[in-house]
């Protein structure tokens, strides 16, 4: 709507839609994954998994198997240069670039904050909680 003309407007910037930014930046992730070591590997692992929720989302609410989907745009999208997302009429890989869909920067950028930012604190209320069970026990 008006909001995203306005935050396109004022970003000068906009990216790929169609779940095309989560795919590039979960098969990223999976290539960086692979030069670091130890536990920092599944955290990785865990936040790129995470990125797929909005392409999954998209081919579920579009009638599609989110998992064929899935397999098919991140396949494609390591195939390809520039970035890869779902066309919802057809459930097939395409160029959101080519149809003229896309995403606001702003938008996006608040998104990946927001979820560091909630997930800290999710994990901070879960060490509360079984330190203070803990300490029940004891």
């Given at each position: ?102 995403d606001n920067y702003l938008v996006k950028k608040q998104i990946l904050n ?25």
């Open positions: 709507g008006l909001r995203a003309i306005n935050n396109a407007l004022v970003d000068k910037c906009v990216i790929p839609g169609a779940g095309a930014f989560e795919v590039r930046v979960y098969n990223e992730l999976n290539k960086y994954k692979d030069t670091v070591k130890g536990k920092v590997r599944l955290g990785i692992q865990a936040f790129a998994e995470a990125l797929l929720v909005i392409p999954k989302n998209l081919a579920i609410n579009s009638g599609y198997d989110a998992q064929d989907t899935i397999v098919k745009l991140t396949e494609e999208d390591r195939l390809n240069p520039e970035p890869i997302g779902l066309d919802l009429s057809t459930g097939e890989p395409m160029k959101p670039v080519d149809m003229h869909v896309y927001s979820c560091s930012v909630i997930a800290s604190n999710l994990l901070l209320v879960d060490e509360v909680m079984r330190a203070g069970m803990t300490s029940l026990k004891g």
